[in-house]
């Protein structure tokens, strides 16, 4: 099993834009519900956005739901994460995951607990200067 590979952070000035890729095996990719959360300095993990296997369910945090869009791209076995209207509060690694063993049913009421996933990248930092 190939674990997720996240690319696209960086440096940006407040108000700017980011779009962030996560490559997925295929036969992941496929068949679960895939996910970013972000860890802040001195800050727990916590979840971003997350998007169902079938692409069509998605649900945000409170603070991605106006900025934030999580999509997936089936050709490229890839999820992203364009993130507008940067604030320097939202400075933190972000990390994509894979949830392979919730039903699409309880996927929306259940994405923010890490315990449901299985696959975890390692990581992309984002920096948002003031």
């Known amino acids: 099993q190939v674990l997720p590979v996240e690319s696209g952070g960086g440096l940006v000035q407040a108000g700017g834009v980011l779009r962030l890729s996560c490559v997925i095996s295929?036969?992941?990719?496929?068949?679960?519900?895939l996910a970013w959360f972000r860890q802040a300095p001195g800050k727990e993990r916590e979840f971003v956005a997350g998007?169902?296997?079938?692409?069509?369910?998605?649900v945000y945090a409170t603070f991605a739901k106006s900025r934030f869009t999580i999509s997936k791209d089936n050709d490229k076995n890839t999820v992203s994460l364009q993130m507008n209207a940067l604030k320097p509060e939202d400075t933190a690694v972000y990390f994509c995951?894979?949830?392979?063993?919730?039903?699409?049913?309880?996927?929306?009421?259940?994405?923010?607990?890490?315990?449901?996933?299985?696959?975890w990248g390692q990581g992309t930092q984002v920096t948002v200067s003031a």
């Open positions: 995951a894979a949830d392979r063993k919730s039903s699409s049913a309880t996927f929306l009421s259940t994405a923010a607990h890490e315990g449901n996933y299985d696959y």
């Open positions: 998007i169902g296997w079938n692409g069509y369910d998605t």
């Open positions: 295929r036969d992941t990719f496929t068949a679960s519900h």
